[in-house]
């Protein structure tokens, strides 16, 4: 199962989010992933499928992670903008954002 989830990892590293419906599995990405990483995922489908599901957290939907993990860059750079156009109400939201409903783990604050 490891050799899975390591092909797992490098495609969400290529900005891959898994879809599960049943007992099909979609890979969707803003550009297209190497042909031998589809191929393997392919090939794996059924590891695959096991892999995600048992990476889904009981009290926690598979959709919402791959939320989270698309959202967090974004929702940086929100803050970085903000805070340095002075925007205060900007800002805290965007650390609203990471810090209460993305869960983001690092998040540097700045000392006043």
Do not use: T
Not at 55 to 77: F, M, V
Not at 88 to 102: D, G, I
């Amino acid at each position: 199962m490891r050799d899975v989830e390591l092909l797992i990892r490098r495609a969400r590293d290529m900005g891959a989010c898994f879809v599960l419906e049943e007992d099909k599995v979609k890979v969707r990405a803003q550009n297209r992933l190497p042909d031998d990483l589809i191929a393997e995922l392919c090939k794996l489908k059924p590891q695959v499928i096991s892999v995600l599901k048992q990476q889904c957290k009981s009290d926690d939907c598979w959709a919402l992670e791959e939320w989270r993990k698309s959202s967090i860059p974004s929702w940086k750079r929100i803050l970085a903008e903000s805070r340095a156009q002075g925007d205060k109400k900007r800002e805290e939201y965007a650390l609203w954002m990471l810090q209460e409903v993305l869960k983001a783990d690092e998040i540097q604050e700045e000392c006043e």
